[in-house]
Every structure is written in structure tokens, then in C-alpha cells.
């Protein structure tokens, strides 16, 4: 539930999930802060948590025809028998729809993009 989801804004600040049962998940954390401009946390998401890796997430804002943009990178190193390489296109995919849910709640106000009018 993307309700449970938050981001402490500051350095070492936490971007955590609450999960049922008072657990908790700290996915990331905050190690670069410029606001309005650029976050960088730290942290392997997901599965990664667990595997001998270390993330980094840059959110990285600039103006844009009166706008704002995100450009977002996930950069991962580390070890995996199988090779990291298997992991990246399903954390992209998951990434990119999540983004996606982003953008649909900062555009209009939702996160699922209303289907297509069927015409008659």
C-alpha cells in the first residue's frame, strides 16, 4: 500500500514502509539532500536486500517548459552467482511502473490513467 510508504528528508533520513503487524521495511537511505533539486539515497530494493549489493537512486529535478522534470537513475553493483545482470530488466520493469503511478498522480491526480473511451 503506497500509503505505508515514506521518505525523511534529510540526511540518514529513512525511506521506509510500515508493514502489518507494526514491521517495517527500510528500503533506502537519504545521503544527498539538495531540495528542489537532487536526492540521493542508498540501499538495495526488493530482493536486492538480501544479496551481497549496494544501490544508488538519483532523483534529479530540472525545469522544463514551465514544468519540472524527474530523471530518475538506479545504479547496482555486487555479487550474484547468476550474474546481477538477470535482475535488472524485472527491477527496471517494477521501477518503471512505479514511476509511471507517479507521474499519473502528479498529471491527474491518480495513479491508474482512466481506459481509453470505447466508441460506439
Same mark, same amino acid.
Given at each position: 500500500d503506497s500509503h505505508n510508504l515514506y521518505i525523511e528528508e534529510k540526511p540518514m533520513g529513512c525511506?521506509? #514502509? +510500515?508493514l !502489518? +503487524?507494526?514491521?517495517?521495511v527500510r528500503h533506502m537511505e537519504v545521503v544527498f539532500l539538495s531540495p528542489?533539486? /537532487?536526492?540521493?539515497m542508498v540501499g538495495g530494493l526488493g530482493? %536486492?536486500?538480501s544479496m551481497a549489493t =549496494?544501490? =544508488?537512486?538519483? &532523483?534529479? %529535478?530540472? !525545469?522544463a517548459d514551465g #514544468? =519540472? /522534470?524527474l530523471a530518475v537513475t538506479y545504479t547496482v553493483a555486487g555479487y550474484l552467482p547468476a550474474g546481477l545482470n538477470t535482475l535488472a530488466a524485472p527491477v527496471d520493469a517494477v521501477l518503471g511502473?512505479? &514511476? =509511471? /503511478? %507517479? +507521474?499519473n498522480v502528479m498529471e491527474k491526480g491518480n495513479p491508474v490513467p482512466a481506459p481509453p473511451a470505447? /466508441?460506439?
Open positions: 525511506w521506509c #514502509e +510500515k !502489518p +503487524k507494526q514491521g517495517s528542489g533539486a /537532487r536526492i540521493v530482493p %536486492l536486500q =549496494t544501490g =544508488t537512486m538519483i &532523483f534529479q %529535478l530540472s !525545469p #514544468e =519540472t /522534470r511502473q512505479q &514511476f =509511471t /503511478r %507517479l +507521474k470505447s /466508441r460506439p
